[in-house]
């Protein structure tokens, strides 16, 4: 099956600069690849996705680009801030009950 | 709307008790989901109904049955508790556009210990 890893686990930064989460997966039939925010105590929430025919997708202060020779994609946080912080999950999906998710990263926005 | 509800919030069982999950969508969705979330971990999914009459298990589905009540209801039913199984469980919807999948709406969990 769809095998995805997610690095890096923990993430810290400081308030203003960018934050990079990569995710790599190993089925080449994945073709829709999104990315959720869960803050504590609170369910997952899609912030960004991107399917396999597009190479990058921006959305404000959030970017996730996909590299399908390389079978990983990434997510891009400009000028975090406080409220940027929380656990991301990547997920590779093809279909249906198909989807594989990320261990997830945790991130930090220092002050 | 309301999205996607969950009840119970919280639970504590005994091991070998039994308990129903219950999940509803009022989004007119045509897949559902169960995962479980363990700490450091990613979402597992338990069971997944593709559709109305249809259930199908996913990575990790023993000690587990599910029943997609109708095109609203999906249940997750744990028949004897084990504390392997304490957890948050996340009830989650999707609609699919011809050949396209998208987004996974999720419920706000239930965390369930059992002792």
């Known amino acids: 099956g769809e095998n995805v890893e997610q690095h890096p686990s923990t993430l810290s930064v400081q308030e203003g600069d960018s934050a990079v989460i990569k995710c790599t997966y190993s089925?080449?039939?994945?073709?829709?690849f999104p990315w959720y925010k869960q803050e504590l105590g609170k369910r997952p929430q899609l912030i960004i996705d991107i399917r396999s025919n597009v190479g990058e997708k921006k959305d404000q202060r959030i970017a996730v680009t996909l590299n399908k020779t390389a079978k990983h994609f990434s997510l891009h946080i400009t000028e975090t801030q406080p409220e940027d912080s929380a656990v991301y999950f990547c997920?590779?999906?093809?279909?249906?009950?198909?989807?594989?998710f990320g261990d997830g990263t945790t991130l930090t926005v220092k002050p | 709307n309301a999205g996607v509800t969950q009840t119970p919030k919280f639970q504590v069982l005994k091991t070998g008790q039994s308990m129903t999950l219950q999940c509803a969508q009022d989004m007119n969705h045509n897949s559902m989901y169960w995962y479980r979330q363990d700490p450091g971990m990613g979402l597992r999914l338990i069971y997944y109904?593709?559709?109305?009459?249809?259930?199908d298990k996913g990575e990790v589905p023993n000690g587990y049955n599910v029943s997609r009540l109708n095109k609203r209801e999906f249940s997750l039913r744990l028949e004897s508790a084990a504390p392997s199984q304490t957890s948050v469980y996340f009830c989650a919807s999707s609609e699919r556009q011809g050949s396209s999948y998208n987004e996974q709406f999720f419920g706000p969990g239930t965390r369930l210990t059992v002792l």
């Open positions: 997920a590779a999906s093809m279909g249906v009950g198909k989807s594989t």
């Open positions: 089925d080449s039939a994945s073709n829709y």
């Open positions: 109904s593709a559709s109305e009459g249809t259930t």
